[in-house]
Every structure is written in C-alpha cells, then in structure tokens.
C-alpha cells in the first residue's frame, strides 16, 4: 500500500459526501457486474469488503439473509449507515474492517465475497494475503471489481492514480485466487484497465491452501 491505512482512510472521509456523485461509467458498470455475479441465495452471509457508501451491500442486502459492509473509512461507514436507514434496510450491518481483518463476528459463516474498486490500494503481496483472508472465511464465491490490467496500462491515459493506487495484472489476481484453491470461471473486461473476476471454490471449502 502506498499510504498508510490512516492515511488512505482520512482521504476517503474526506470524499464521502460527493462519492456516489462523482463515480464515473467504468465504476458503475463494475458495481452492477459484481453485483450481478455475487447473486446471493436467500439464507447467505455476504462480505463486503471496501464497502465505502454501502452501494455493492444495500443492492444485495433484499436478497440475502444478512450483509456484513467493512471499510476503513469512519465518513464512509456513516453515509452507508445513513442510506441503510433511509431505505429501511435492516439486516445490513456496517463497521470498520481492513482486508487483513475485516472483523466478521465470531461464528458468522460467509458465503459471499464481495468488494469493488478497493483492492488496487494493496501491491500484489498485501493482494495476495487479501485474498487468502476472502478465502480463509469460507466464502463459496468471491466477486471482484477493480481496476486490474488485462493489457499493459497506458501511460497516455492511465485509469489510476499512480500515487495512491497499485492495479495488478489479471494473471496475478487468477494465480492469487488459484493459490487459495479457487477457480476464476468469469474474467470480464469493462476496460483495459477495469474488469470483474468470479472466483469459485473448488472442494469442500474445509482447508485453504497454505493456511498455516
């Protein structure tokens, strides 16, 4: 990460009011894949992780038995809370949460792993260990939108800001989640730079590979 979390978390407080607003096409387009893919079943636990304004946990909240939203911003976490309440969305529940803790109450299974543009903050190692702790929840899916490189970037037109994010290739994050004993069965390209990954477990979901 090429900010500290305190850092990277007061820059999003201080972005919170206007979010939704100044969300571009790209991010939209991912959110409503991820959203799409993360296709809950009525008695499932989902998580989601970078929640920011709850917008990816309040689509699927109607759908689902319970939503856990995790984010290391306090102005983000407020704004979802405050749009939970104006939609009368119960069984979402928000707080603070890392990807390397993201806080899932003692015995709560998952089924669902989400998370949309909010992993290109982490190099590839902290990516890595992100994806082992979605895997080490028991999660049968992981659904991720995010900027990631299906080719090189361009550095004319970068989709990223190279000072406070860190995109991976898409064969890193496949190897990532291959590593944890998942298959990625969607890979699909939004832009050069933006795409969503489906990731299914393989097997009974008992042991993550490499877990110590």
Not at 169 to 192: C, I, N, S
């Amino acid at each position: 990460m090429k900010r500290s979390v305190e850092e990277m978390a007061a820059r999003f407080t201080e972005q919170a009011a206007d979010y939704d607003e100044e969300k571009g096409a790209e991010y939209r387009a991912c959110a409503a894949l991820v959203i799409e893919y993360a296709d809950p079943d009525r008695d499932d636990v989902v998580l989601d992780l970078g929640t920011g304004t709850g917008a990816i946990a309040l689509a699927l909240a109607p759908d689902a038995e319970r939503v856990i939203g995790r984010d290391i911003s306090e102005g983000m976490l407020d704004r979802a809370r405050r749009k939970a309440a104006d939609a009368g969305i119960e069984n979402v529940e928000f707080g603070y949460g890392e990807f390397r803790d993201p806080d899932v109450p003692t015995g709560r299974a998952v089924d669902v792993v989400t998370s949309n543009f909010a992993l290109h903050h982490l190099d590839d190692d902290e990516k890595r260990a992100a994806i082992r702790v979605m895997a080490g929840t028991g999660a049968r899916r992981i659904v991720l939108g995010d900027v990631m490189f299906f080719e090189g970037p361009d550095p004319d037109e970068p989709f990223y800001n190279p000072d406070v994010d860190d995109p991976s290739t898409v064969g890193t994050l496949v190897e990532a989640f291959t590593d944890v004993g998942f298959a990625v069965v969607v890979a699909e390209r939004v832009h050069d730079q933006v795409g969503v990954l489906v990731a299914e477990r393989i097997g009974s979901g008992d042991e993550v590979p490499g877990a110590e």
